[in-house]
């Protein structure tokens, strides 16, 4: 009978599912097992160990219980050493260490050196795991001549590996790139498969290395190559390893799309295959990459998270400690928190110096000179950073160091010092195209230039600084740019104030435009698509579970209007619950919230093709004052460096008016009306309780008060560009900051006793100029048809919704869907194929959640969330509702509400409420806009002269009943 080959005798074994019948098998034929049968078993085994952990383990404890059979110490020695390997990809260094000595015994013992000293490979990653990189390096140097005088290449190679390995723990990459160099020369001259796998691994090694030494995109070509050998040998486990190195090149490179992408690809396999180490660094370079786009928060979350798991494991003086450590510290200092962010990093200075790893206690000092600096201790802040440059090898922490230095020079006034640093720094980032890095030293040097004096310098710094800016924010998924942008405003307001300085009122102007909503007007000019959708197969787990989210949360937020509305007449099965159910209730709703967000991100940094391919993308155009008709003029607010300023734009002339006030006096001015407002919810609260008479006293104290703080808001936010004004009777306002909450129509003239509503034809708002012409020419399209109306009391809380309804209904000639049938399910059923959309119900801003901000139907909630999943070819959208108006201001001055989330689906135009409507003036006031409509007045004429004929009911003079709603975009006809 014929013997059977290695690789046949291990197929038969993996064939037998059953580990008892591997076993029988093996019991069969001990006698046939020979030293190259179960060689081949040991490759096999760290082959899958590569793709599937759990198979690979099995065959190694198949391995040992075949030695124990046979007696053979080799075969043994053998199979402790794949289940030493097991140990460590689970993260067990310890438990390895011990696996790999006694495989080294029973290999000598077998009188079979070449094993025994392979053993010790294994050991060396254990050791510097451990932060023993003395011992690694001096067993790795050992055992890489032992197998290169046994002629034994590829092992000899895996073991100079590790000895560059071991020389990076010491910051020596020099010596590390010499060690690894002469393994890549051992394996290319062994020119065979075992040597390609080999490697895939050494190129990864050398990627780390070379990104050490601030050479990322040779880092990266590295990283890439090994990837792809890798998937050649369908060793996936390993791929995974080898694209979260890309991944990090990719995040030092400044393409955080990409980054973040590869890392939740690896994440996947990591997770599958229980490997806690992989999945730490995993994390690590992503909480990294929360920080570079500004989600501090997420970036916190993630290293707690790390540190909570790290001490379950006991693993608190590790690397993996230092590196949670050393995140959770930059997020704090990120967010300001600088009492928290310095015990952190302290405790990761401490690990970092019991490691011996001195590159990165070198970056734990680079972040407590950061903090010294915001606490204005310069002389600390300078002594820390000394120390660094007299120290330091590594290039990114050179860089950052005498970025900081620059920094401190120029607070100091000691410019002759801080530009030839800031230079020469931007010289290494101009090498490598460091876009961040150039951002911050072009900046810097603006801000030298400027308090010099030096002006034009300065504008032509900072706007260079923009542009490394904008080329990193371009490789962001555009949900991200806001975030990204919260913590650079000050780039452009410089750019805005020294334009205004050099008068340039046409350049400051569009630098303003330049941030204004982008990444909403990126969305829209550029067609992009954002929604939840499988657009390849690994997407649709995700769709599905978001899909299953969304309908959970719908029944979650129907049983909570339910119970806050209270039954009307309550019987056994319609309880109210405990003050615990309700509880329960919200936090099952939040985490419901909180689990759609993370899937829905997830999905949109899998598939922006955009933000990695800027080809796809078209460059950001400049708003066109040609746009502007005969008696129309666009009037922009900006808040730069804490001044309030405003432009006004006609078809021939931009008008610059400066210093209306500052954004503290501008506050305080909006708290107080806003107080007004509540003062009035209040009094309608109470009027049933009132003696008669005083109801209408406070009534009428309440509007002279408004009165009042609305004329304090007309001198100071429109008086002084009044004068420029005078041809133009159709207004657009550009609103910023939390002048997207006043509602500018309500602007009060003392001296002429009128408001502004009735100094202009038209009065329309927008998020920013640039989305004039795509909202102008969604008003002309005619692809929509017909009405859609709803109309929701919720158990009659809003008892004039449903009146309402019908009333804008019979107008519109449709009949409208009300209560019961006013239901998600119509809705995404009708709403894409209408031109007039209609919601009378109760709307919730969510602060805390904005893409939970919503409308509440009969079963479920239409969020901002939904709404960005759906096309619309409406020309107009009313949501005849409180609040839906107003939104989160993000960086970028993008307003994160309903209201962004309409334009983003299609509509031409929206009616948006910016606080809570009174039913009843609510009610009256749609009645008489869609009467305006259609006898063929443009929406914001209509809307104004529904406003006008309410503000003439003695019952609703108070802006509260009348000012409510402002237009959104597009005023022409229907």
């Excluded at 630098?511 to 990444?519: D, G, H, N, P, T």
Aim: proline share 3%; net charge negative.
């Amino acid at each position: 009978m014929q013997m059977l080959t290695a690789t046949d005798f291990v197929a038969n074994l993996e064939s037998l599912e059953d580990p008892a019948e591997q076993r029988r098998l093996l019991e069969r034929e001990a006698a046939t097992l020979t030293d190259e049968i179960v060689q081949y078993m040991k490759a096999r085994a760290n082959e899958l160990l590569s793709s599937n952990i759990a198979r690979g383990q099995a065959l190694a404890d198949q391995i040992v219980y075949a030695s124990r059979i046979s007696g053979n110490r080799l075969h043994h020695a053998l199979g402790l050493m794949v289940q030493a390997n097991v140990a460590m990809l689970q993260g067990e260094a310890q438990r390895a260490i011990s696996l790999y000595d006694e495989a080294r015994q029973w290999a000598l013992e077998a009188g079979n050196p070449v094993e025994a000293a392979r053993s010790q490979i294994g050991k060396i990653g254990a050791l510097n795991h451990l932060g023993d990189y003395r011992q690694a390096l001096e067993i790795a140097l050992e055992t890489g001549r032992t197998l290169a005088a046994h002629n034994e290449p590829i092992s000899a190679a895996v073991a100079f590996m590790s000895a560059g390995n071991s020389y990076c723990h010491f910051g020596e990459f020099g010596k590390a790139l010499e060690e690894m160099t002469r393994a890549r020369e051992l394996l290319e001259a062994a020119n065979s498969p075992a040597a390609r796998k080999q490697l895939c691994l050494l190129l990864y090694n050398m990627s780390v290395v070379l990104r050490e030494l601030g050479r990322y995109r040779e880092a990266l070509e590295y990283s890439l190559e090994a990837c792809e050998i890798a998937r050649q040998f369908e060793m996936y486990l390993a791929a995974a390893t080898y694209q979260q190195g890309s991944a990090t090149c990719y995040y030092l490179l400044g393409e955080y799309n990409k980054a973040l992408r590869l890392l939740q690809e690896a994440r996947e396999v990591v997770v599958a295959n229980g490997l806690i180490p992989l999945l730490i660094t995993g994390d690590f370079y992503t909480g990294n990459c929360y920080l570079e786009l500004g989600r501090y928060e997420e970036a916190v979350a993630q290293a707690e998270g790390l540190i909570k798991l790290l001490t379950e494991r006991d693993m608190t003086q590790t690397w993996h400690s230092l590196q949670a450590h050393y995140m959770l510290g930059r997020a704090l200092i990120a967010l300001r928190d600088y009492a928290a962010a310095r015990p952190v990093l302290d405790h990761a200075e401490a690990v970092a110096r019991q490691l011996g790893s001195t590159t990165f206690s070198q970056f734990v000092d680079l972040r407590l000179a950061e903090i010294f600096l915001a606490d204005a201790q310069t002389e600390l802040a300078r002594a820390k950073l000394s120390n660094i440059l007299a120290e330091a090898e590594n290039t990114q922490v050179i860089l950052q160091a005498k970025l900081l230095l620059a920094h401190l020079e120029a607070t100091d006034g000691n410019f002759g010092a801080a530009i030839p640093l800031t230079e020469a720094v931007l010289a290494s980032f101009e090498e490598q195209k460091i876009f961040g890095g150039l951002f911050q030293g072009r900046y810097l040097l603006g801000e030298i230039s400027e308090k010099s004096q030096d002006y034009s310098s300065a504008l032509e710094h900072y706007e260079v600084a923009l542009s490394h800016l904008e080329h990193l924010r371009g490789r962001i998924e555009t949900e991200t740019r806001s975030l990204f942008l919260r913590s650079k405003e000050h780039a452009y307001e410089a750019a805005v104030a020294l334009s205004l300085e050099t008068g340039q009122p046409d350049r400051a102007f569009h630098q303003a435009e330049r941030v204004k909503s982008r990444a909403l007007a990126d969305l829209v000019g550029n067609g992009l698509d954002i929604r939840v959708k499988v657009r390849n197969p690994a997407d649709r787990p995700i769709v599905e579970e978001i899909e299953t989210l969304r309908q959970r949360h719908n029944n979650l937020t129907s049983r909570v209007a339910f119970w806050q509305a209270g039954p009307v007449s309550p019987t056994e099965d319609t309880k109210l619950p405990s003050e615990d159910e309700r509880q329960d209730l919200l936090t099952q709703t939040f985490e419901c919230e909180r689990r759609l967000a993370e899937l829905t991100q997830r999905l949109q940094v899998r598939n922006a093709a955009y933000a990695e391919d800027t080809a796809l993308v078209a460059e950001h155009r400049p708003f066109d004052p040609a746009l502007l008709g005969e008696e129309e003029g666009l009037l922009e607010y900006y808040v730069a460096r804490g001044e309030v300023l405003a432009f006004v734009v006609t078809a021939r002339a931009i008008t610059p008016a400066r210093r209306l006030c500052t954004l503290a006096q501008l506050n305080r001015q909006l708290g107080l009306f806003r107080l007004n407002l509540a003062g009035t919810v209040k009094n309608l609260a109470d009027a049933a309780k009132l003696a008669p008479g005083v109801l209408d006293q406070r009534q009428q104290s309440l509007l002279v008060n408004s009165r009042a703080l609305l004329a304090k808001l007309y001198m100071t936010l429109f008086a002084p560009v009044e004068p420029f004004m005078a041809d133009i009777r159709r207004l657009i306002i550009v609103p910023h900051g939390s002048l997207h909450y006043l509602p500018f129509h309500a602007l009060y003239n003392a001296a002429r006793d009128r408001y502004l509503l009735e100094s202009f034809d038209e009065i329309t708002y927008l998020p920013a100029a640039s989305l004039l012409a795509v909202c102008r020419e969604r008003g002309l399209r005619k692809e929509g048809e017909g009405s859609l109306v709803f109309g929701f009391s919720n158990q009659g809380a809003l008892p004039c919704a449903v009146e309402e309804a019908g009333l804008v209904g019979q107008t519109l000639q449709t009949g409208p869907l009300v209560e019961a049938e006013a239901t998600l399910a119509n809705f995404r059923r009708l709403a894409a194929t209408a031109r007039i959309l209609h919601l009378a119900t109760h709307g919730r801003y969510r602060e805390d959640a904005p893409l939970f901000s919503s409308l509440l139907l009969a079963d479920g909630e239409l969020t901002v969330h939904e709404l960005l999943n759906m096309e619309l070819q409406a020309a107009l959208v009313t949501f005849s509702a409180c609040e839906t108006g107003l939104g989160a201001i993000g960086g970028g001055d993008e307003v994160q509400g309903l209201s962004r989330a309409c334009l983003y689906a299609g509509a031409g135009s929206l009616a948006l409420a910016l606080w809570r409507v009174d039913d009843r003036a609510g009610s009256l006031l749609m009645q008489e806009f869609y009467q305006g409509l259609l006898q063929g007045s443009g929406k914001s004429a209509a809307l104004r002269r529904a406003q006008l004929s309410l503000l003439s009911n003695p019952a609703y003079r108070h802006p509260f009943y009348w000012a409510p709603f402002i237009l959104v975009g597009d005023s022409s006809p229907l």
